[in-house]
């Protein structure tokens, strides 16, 4: 996608063709700053501090990660303490175990002579796949969009909820729950999108308001609360979000607050999709009640960054010194509350037989 008419990916490789660049998501919306990653250590930092998050964008920067790891020691223990330190970073997304398993199948079978080059190859193929895949979630979300605005009177628009950050700057490119906005967007369809702010980190109001902006995508920020009001009052006509890990069973774990925006559409009647790439489901979790659930600093609570009338970016805190603090991360959307799943393979039912069908060479892994 596009930041002041420029074509960014989120990571790339460097021209000299071993660190790696990366947007500091950190810094957004205030200041655009790349950030260069030049060790092992520095990619696993750079994701448990989220100067890049969102599952695939973790997957492909720990796939990074190990490259690093390689070009600086190729031997199998330096290729087993990358695998361990990259795998610690963050809990919940799977596609970091399945990038990092990717990375170590690779790598394990070929001599350290040549682990290097290899595994610089690797990461950037992961990194093109989920473009890829986020290009053909946008195709099948597309004709989700196209459905609804058929529906409606000529040039009427379609209003879209999203929650948290699902958009370009969560993926390589594209995104998974923006990819079909996009995609309408360009079209000439007439898209609008409501954006959760997503407290605590306010990732929709920081960078998927910020990303839409870019790109020209009518939007509007709204407080996390006001979803249920907005599909009570008909002003939404369909939500669409990502996920940072899929069960077996169509259970979807996300954002903190998703499975209440879900329940607000079951009960208003808005069709209810998930945007997610193939490596995000985790066959190996039955159900969501198995996925485990990561609880962040409190420090995201209890402070707020943002630019003072004087142009500083300041941090400040807004809640009183002693109160205790819980930050649940994510919860989970139980696959009844769902209406579809858009994957790079087509729109599926929530459940183990359509995941199952749609994606049988994944059924086996973990």
Same mark, same amino acid.
């Given at each position: 996608m596009k930041v002041d008419g420029r074509h960014f990916r989120t990571i790339w490789l460097e021209p000299d063709r071993w660190s790696v660049g990366a947007i500091d998501q950190r810094r957004l919306p205030h200041e655009f700053i790349i950030a260069r990653l030049v060790s092992a250590e520095e990619a696993a930092d750079a994701i448990r501090t989220m100067l890049v998050r969102g599952a695939p964008l973790i997957g492909a920067t720990a796939a990074y990660g190990m490259a690093?790891?390689?070009?600086?020691?190729?031997?199998?223990?330096?290729?087993?303490?990358?695998?361990k330190l990259l795998i610690a970073t963050r809990p919940t997304a799977i596609n970091l175990k399945w990038a990092?398993?990717?990375?170590?199948?690779?790598?394990r079978p070929l001599a350290p002579s040549v682990r290097g080059?290899?595994?610089?190859?690797?990461?950037?193929?992961?990194?093109?796949?989920?473009?890829?895949i986020n290009q053909a979630i946008g195709s099948h979300g597309l004709e989700v969009i196209e459905a609804i605005a058929a529906t409606k009177k000529a040039g009427d628009t379609v209003n879209i909820l999203t929650h948290c950050n699902a958009g370009w700057l969560a993926t390589v490119d594209w995104g998974t729950a923006t990819a079909p906005i996009y995609r309408a967007h360009?079209?000439?369809?007439?898209?609008?999108v409501w954006v959760d702010e997503t407290r605590p980190r306010n990732q929709g109001a920081s960078l998927t308001a910020w990303e839409l902006g870019h790109h020209g995508v009518p939007h509007t920020v709204i407080p996390d609360n006001t979803g249920g009001h907005l599909m009570q009052h008909g002003m939404v006509d369909l939500a669409i979000v990502g996920t940072d890990r899929v069960a077996a069973n169509g259970d979807v774990c996300n954002k903190i607050g998703t499975y209440l925006k879900?329940?607000?559409?079951?009960?208003?009647?808005?069709? %209810?999709? =998930?945007?997610?790439?193939?490596?995000?489901?985790?066959?190996?979790?039955?159900? #969501?009640?198995?996925? /485990?659930?990561?609880?962040?600093?409190?420090?995201?609570?209890?402070?707020?960054?943002?630019?003072?009338a004087d142009g500083r970016i300041e941090i400040v805190r807004?809640?009183?010194?002693?109160?205790?603090?819980?930050?649940?991360? %994510?919860? =989970?959307?139980?696959?009844?509350?769902?209406?579809?799943?858009?994957?790079?393979? #087509?729109?599926?039912? /929530?459940?183990?037989?359509?995941?199952?069908?749609?994606?049988?060479?994944r059924t086996g892994t973990r």
């Open positions: 690093l790891a390689m070009h600086a020691d190729p031997s199998d223990a330096a290729l087993d303490r990358a695998y990092l398993d990717q990375m170590a199948a690779a790598l080059e290899a595994a610089y190859k690797r990461a950037g193929e992961i990194a093109n796949e989920d473009v890829g360009d079209m000439g369809l007439n898209v609008h879900a329940l607000a559409a079951r009960d208003n009647g808005v069709p %209810f999709y =998930v945007a997610l790439p193939s490596p995000t489901i985790d066959f190996s979790i039955k159900d #969501g009640r198995e996925i /485990p659930i990561e609880q962040r600093a409190a420090s995201e609570v209890t402070h707020m960054s943002g630019r003072t807004v809640v009183p010194e002693g109160s205790p603090i819980a930050n649940y991360g %994510f919860d =989970v959307t139980p696959a009844r509350l769902v209406t579809g799943l858009i994957t790079e393979r #087509g729109v599926l039912r /929530p459940d183990h037989a359509a995941l199952a069908s749609a994606f049988p060479e």
